[in-house]
């Protein structure tokens, strides 16, 4: 008897369980087509409409800053209904259902929150949330923020050039392969410029001796932490402090950034602790903070694709631009006129293979690594995008880049992580020598002056930028017309001439300099494209004795001739 009363006893709990477990199934499947689930607890609410808001557009300056506004009128922007902050009456309604707001999304007018059963009940029933978003809980492969990333001791080497304005120690390399020297000794460091850093934390920049000049300079403008809700974001991850010490570090002799005069806001969007797709969220949020707080450029070496359950994995057909919600989010950011630098992702040699989010934005700059030599490194991500866009963009010294350590020293890092900030903080000093231009012209001038424009690859993009020349085309740009435009520089010459031109018709152009008897020292012969700006640069010219020579320029349609002089 007590064993049959012992088996019914088991059965009861056994329905009893089965029940909770059912309404508990039923209600996870509500909770999901209604607000989209994005990571356990945590979900992400549409919301209906911004009416009755105490904002409008006609009064921009109650939610951007001046910078904000400046930027947009800088550019033609006009402040749009995706400008005005999410309806404050909204976000407590939803809070007072014991809720807890985790971020606000403006652009996408969503609130991402943390809330129980209980709390779900009630935000489905409120009258301003619509429906539901389909991306559910995707939990991301614990990893650093890009995979494949690694450093190594830095081996000591003199790169002292009394030539150049700045001792750049071990970064002297990773800089001059862009020629971003040139652009730091006509005095474009970065200066007036705002940098918003989207990454995993900023381990000790308050502390260590690569940012001591940001610091006494006053170049550091906030932080913001979207994973743990606050301001503090020197305890966490190194990987930001890295990023940004190729921007912002000033140790002369040792390290010295690409745009060390820059200012900064440091911003935490990435939990490398425990990551979920709620991370796309906390990037957006990233974006808007730097879009409002006035941010002329973001640099984000960050990226999103496979996930732990492979049927909630991106596919490589989501790769088209129009997708991801950080890919959504990078392009809304480029539109408020802000120019956005990704890292093209380290998955070359996985089983992924492709760029990610939001690398793949059509308006962003994704930028892949190759070594000290210029050459495609092994693990930097494949292009094109799924629509055939050209990805990455254009690549920087992703191999043996030098950083700050943790320790206090310079070390060596892998990962495109390391190739983005390259090219940010020279677009930023490019955007200082030329500021009325647009973000996108400015995106589109970097993409020019690379190495092989021409012919894009999908390893390598456009190439490696040639900043210099960026600048020079920039500069020249409403002499691109129907007439052809040549430049030969620098005049007096020393070591080196460049010849810049920029042709209408695709032709062959023979190069030739003679001295002053007629007798031919140098010949050449340069191919061009149609509408394409041609750069050409003639090295080993110290055996020149001291003198004037000619330089001339031949084709079907180009008869150009001039003076230079070698020192």
């Given at each position: 008897m007590h064993e049959l009363i012992y088996k019914l006893k088991v059965?009861?709990?056994?329905?009893?369980?089965?029940?909770?477990?059912?309404?508990?199934?039923?209600?996870?499947t509500i909770s999901y087509e209604l607000h989209g689930q994005t990571a356990p607890d945590k979900y992400r609410i549409l919301l209906s409409d911004k009416n009755n808001s105490p904002f409008n557009t006609a009064n921009p300056q109650a939610f951007l800053s001046n910078r904000a506004i400046q930027r947009r009128l800088n550019q033609n922007i006009p402040i749009k209904q995706n400008d005005i902050p999410v309806n404050q009456s909204y976000v407590s309604a939803v809070k007072n259902t014991g809720a807890t707001i985790l971020t606000k999304s403006k652009w996408f007018n969503c609130l991402t929150v943390y809330a129980d059963s209980s709390a779900l009940s009630e935000i489905s029933a409120l009258p301003f949330v619509t429906g539901y978003n389909k991306v559910i809980a995707r939990n991301i492969a614990p990893k650093q923020p890009f995979e494949n990333e690694s450093e190594e001791p830095a081996l000591f080497k003199d790169y002292s050039n009394s030539t150049n304005l700045f001792n750049y120690g071990y970064a002297d390399n990773q800089i001059q392969m862009l020629n971003g020297i040139a652009l730091h000794n006509q005095g474009y460091q970065g200066q007036g410029i705002v940098i918003a850093v989207l990454d995993a934390g900023?381990?000790?920049?308050?502390?260590?001796?690569?940012?001591?000049?940001?610091w006494e300079n006053k170049q550091i403008l906030g932080t913001r932490d979207f994973v743990d809700n606050d301001t503090m974001v020197y305890d966490a991850h190194t990987h930001g402090m890295q990023v940004l010490s190729i921007i912002g570090g000033n140790m002369p002799g040792e390290l010295v950034g690409t745009a060390p005069k820059a200012k900064f806001w440091l911003i935490r969007t990435e939990d490398t602790g425990s990551e979920f797709i709620i991370e796309e969220d906390n990037w957006v949020a990233g974006a808007e903070f730097a879009d409002s707080a006035g941010a002329d450029i973001i640099t984000t070496s960050l990226g999103y694709n496979t996930f732990n359950d492979p049927v909630q994995n991106h596919t490589y057909a989501d790769m088209d631009g129009n997708t991801a919600r950080a890919t959504i989010g990078a392009d809304i950011a480029a539109s408020k006129g802000m120019l956005v630098v990704v890292s093209a992702g380290n998955d070359g040699n996985s089983s992924w293979y492709y760029i990610g989010s939001p690398a793949d934005a059509d308006s962003v700059i994704a930028v892949g690594a190759v070594d000290s030599a210029g050459y495609y490194v092994f693990f930097s991500s494949h292009g094109p995008t799924y629509d055939g866009r050209v990805k990455p963009n254009v690549t920087a010294k992703g191999y043996l880049t030098a950083i700050q350590s943790s320790s206090g020293?310079?070390?060596?890092?892998?990962?495109?992580?390391?190739?983005?900030?390259?090219?940010?903080?020279?677009?930023?000093?490019?955007?200082?020598?030329?500021?009325?231009?647009?973000?996108?012209?400015?995106?589109?001038?970097?993409?020019?002056s690379a190495d092989h424009y021409q012919n894009p690859d999908n390893n390598t993009g456009y190439g490696i930028p040639n900043f210099a020349q960026a600048n020079l085309i920039l500069n020249k740009y409403d002499d691109f017309t129907e007439n052809n435009y040549i430049c030969v520089f620098p005049n007096p010459f020393s070591n080196y001439l460049n010849i810049e031109f920029y042709t209408v018709d695709s032709q062959s152009v023979n190069i030739e300099i003679s001295d002053i008897v007629g007798r031919i020292i140098y010949s050449g012969k340069k191919p061009t494209f149609s509408n394409s700006f041609n750069f050409i640069n003639i090295n080993d010219l110290t055996c020149l004795s001291r003198g004037i020579y000619i330089i001339k320029l031949t084709s079907d349609s180009i008869s150009f001739q001039t003076k230079i002089i070698k020192n």
């Open positions: 059965i009861k709990c056994f329905i009893n369980h089965a029940l909770v477990m059912f309404e508990a199934i039923i209600l996870i900023f381990y000790n920049v308050d502390d260590l001796p690569a940012f001591d000049s940001l020293s310079v070390t060596l890092g892998n990962g495109t992580s390391f190739s983005c900030p390259l090219i940010s903080g020279l677009a930023a000093c490019l955007w200082q020598a030329n500021p009325g231009f647009t973000n996108m012209e400015l995106l589109h001038a970097i993409e020019m």
